[in-house]
């Protein structure tokens, strides 16, 4: 599967855009600010709906304009398809598959996964748990559709429940409780998923980490939550409901709600040593790649097909062994965009490439690229 074209429209700085793509490898180049992670952007959104640079479509509609659009040719196994995504400042997103408009956002969910490299992702690392919680959610509902519905319901009523416990309306204790069981049930249900997912995300990380350290460090992902998963999803709901009422007082006093998998964390450790505090930075940067290379074969599995990998100025930051390393890995399968500033930093995926040159909001294509070799679609 791959994207055989990209249109926007009103899309941050393009006024309209026309590009074909190359099966396989294609590099943007501009100086800053030209547009090149808009067009990354874009992609991504066709991929999850959404940004990952976590922005509202009313940052992403263009200055002065009311609404943007974003559309595609995807070729897959069975035939082409097209999809656009209409995006407004303030109402909801429309999705036309092939002109018809479907009634769900959702179902363009896992089509078409993608998985953004970028230098922010460090932070996955040194950051805070919700940027862990959202690596793992987005992972997850790029391959399950329940998943996402037991977030969005989970979190409708975490948000209800906090938003008394921060009023004190009168009655609390059986007002709270009524929350108790929506909770309980979505949450345990995103928990046992939570913790599946991290024990395949530990054997993958750990073969990638492997591979990037040529055998010398041994990663350990541990999911963190708040009380143990154990049992089967009912036998959680009620230890879940049990917590609740054991941490009435503390949620009382200090205003929200402080068991579930809103809290819950991934533990991250090279070598036996917690990798946030004891990691060397360089240390850091390889685990957070090793993140997402096992994130991206992760959704591989999980979705049946090669996610789209948006290598966002991420080359530059690579020496050549690591570049080398990359290279080998996109050509395995799959359709890369990667973005840089200069081309030095491509190094050898220069040759391999079609290349674009973004300036402005405008885009030329200065270099077709080879002739596409026969890979899985
Ligand atoms: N909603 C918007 N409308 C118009 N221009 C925008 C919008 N959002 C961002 N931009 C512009 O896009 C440019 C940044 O694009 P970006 O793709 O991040 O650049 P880079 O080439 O450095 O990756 C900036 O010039 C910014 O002003
Ligand atoms: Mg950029």
């Not at 922010?120 to 559709?145: C, E, H, I, N, W």
């Not at 530059?316 to 081309?343: H, I, M, S, V, Y």
Request: proline share 4%.
């Amino acid at each position: 599967m791959h994207v055989c074209s990209l249109r926007l429209s009103h899309f941050r700085n393009y006024d309209t855009l026309e590009v074909e793509f190359h099966p396989q490898l294609n590099l943007f180049l501009g100086s800053n600010a030209q547009g090149k992670t808009n067009v990354l952007e874009a992609l991504y959104c066709l991929s999850t709906t959404r940004s990952f640079r976590g922005s509202s479509d009313d940052e992403i509609v263009q200055f002065s304009q009311e609404a943007a659009a974003i559309e595609s040719v995807v070729q897959r196994e069975e035939g082409q398809e097209q999809v656009r995504l209409e995006l407004r400042r303030d109402k909801p997103k429309t999705l036309l598959v092939n002109g018809k408009k479907q009634k769900k956002l959702s179902s363009l969910l896992g089509r078409l996964p993608a998985v953004v490299f970028s230098p922010d992702d460090l932070f996955l690392v040194k950051g805070g748990p919700s940027l862990r919680r959202r690596y793992l959610d987005t992972m997850m509902f790029q391959m399950d559709a329940g998943y996402l519905a037991h977030l969005q319901q989970y979190e409708r009523a975490l948000k209800q429940r906090n938003s008394l416990l921060r009023q004190r309306v009168p009655n609390l204790e059986s007002q709270l409780a009524v929350w108790d069981l929506p909770l309980a049930q979505h949450g345990a249900a995103i928990m046992k998923r939570r913790l599946e997912i991290s024990a395949q995300l530990s054997r993958s990380a750990g073969e990638a980490l492997r591979d990037l350290t040529g055998g010398a460090e041994k990663f350990e992902v541990r999911y963190e939550p708040t009380l143990p998963v154990e049992g089967d999803e009912g036998s959680l709901e009620k230890k879940m409901i049990e917590a609740f009422t054991k941490a009435r007082r503390e949620e009382i006093a200090r205003g929200v709600t402080v068991v579930g998998p809103h809290r819950d964390d991934l533990g991250l450790w090279v070598n036996g040593q917690m990798l946030r505090k004891f990691g060397s930075q360089g240390q850091q940067r390889t685990g957070a790649l090793a993140l997402k290379l096992a994130q991206l074969d992760i959704l591989a599995e999980g979705c049946h097909t090669a996610p789209l990998v948006l290598f966002d100025d991420v080359m530059a930051e690579l020496d050549d062994k690591r570049q080398a390393f990359f290279l080998n890995r996109l050509q395995q399968g799959g359709q890369a965009f990667l973005t840089g500033t200069a081309p030095a930093d491509f190094a050898a995926a220069q040759a391999k490439a079609r290349v674009f040159r973004v300036e402005a909001g405008k885009i030329q294509m200065t270099q077709e690229g080879p002739k596409p070799v026969p890979v899985r679609a």
